[in-house]
């Protein structure tokens, strides 16, 4: 529940247009619901600005498809991450109008149609195989109401390829950077613009890279001021930050 839903009908009270009773009915289900499997926060949108998501990956079919449907009674959007076709099919029998990212293993639920904000989140990705990553934090951005822009596989073994897209970095609200191997291209980024800038390292590359710790931390000593850094594979955590930053610097859409 939104805090302008909470609003609404402290109104319809106040005005006689809904019973206390009535009002009663629609908060008893706050701050949340038990499951015994899990508890839903549906307090999270008063206090964060979007409703609990649902982190799929070490749950059962039936506990997301669950979870899901519950989420869906009460809130708009519903956001699922590291979900499989599985618990996609399992979800579509309860909440039939979710759809799934395949690249970004999401499923959404009311994607709005057009942004929240006037900003512009630009996701870039190193190389086509961060596209994954990226695309988790593409899909959630857009799910949390923001207008999100793609720039792939643009990285520092080709740099030209990122010099010629200057202008939709400039153009930008707040950058997101995916990049494994050797993460390089935050580094990169963050010494193009003075943008706020979310570094996330992938498990991309061979050995060496130790399933992304060589970009994390080559991120974390990065020596352009003013990068952030989110864990690795994190796609989900870059943009539940970006949304914050840009709901805080832009202006509602008219």
């Known amino acids: 529940m939104y805090r302008s839903d909470i609003e609404d009908l402290l109104h319809r009270v106040a005005r006689g247009n809904e019973s206390v009773e009535d009002a009663i009915s629609k908060l008893q289900h706050l701050p949340y619901r038990d499951l015994h499997f899990a508890k839903i926060d549906h307090h999270r949108c ?9 982190f799929c990956q070490g749950k059962t079919i039936e506990q997301v498809a669950v979870i899901f449907n519950h989420l869906a ?3 708009s959007p519903v956001l699922a991450t590291r ?3 599985e618990m996609y099919r399992e979800v579509l029998k309860y909440v039939p109008g979710a759809t799934y990212y395949d690249l970004a293993r999401c499923i959404v639920y009311h994607m709005p149609e057009k942004p929240l904000r006037e900003g512009k989140i630009l996701i870039i990705s ?3 195989a961060d596209i994954p990553v990226a695309e988790e934090a593409a899909v959630c951005c857009e799910a949390m109401g923001n207008l999100a822009e793609r720039l792939y596989d643009v990285g520092v ?3 030209h390829r990122l010099l010629d897209n200057q202008d939709q970095i400039h153009s930008s ?3 997101i950077v995916v990049a494994g191997m050797e993460g390089a291209l935050a580094s990169v980024v963050g010494g193009l613009t003075d943008r706020p800038l979310i570094a996330v390292p992938t498990s991309v590359g061979y050995g060496a890279s130790f399933g992304g710790l060589a970009a994390l931390l080559a991120m974390l000593n990065s020596c352009a001021s003013g990068v952030g850094v989110v864990n690795i594979d994190n796609g989900f955590g870059a943009a539940a930050l970006a949304n914050s930053i840009n709901r805080l610097c832009s202006a509602p859409v008219r």
């Not at 008063?46 to 649902?54: A, C, D, M």
């Open 46 to 54: 008063l206090r964060s600005g979007f409703p609990e998501v649902i």
């Open 73 to 75: 009674e009460e809130h």
């Open 83 to 85: 979900a499989n076709q």
């Open 126 to 128: 190193a190389g086509t």
């Open 157 to 159: 073994a080709g740099i």
């Open 173 to 175: 609200t707040v950058v």
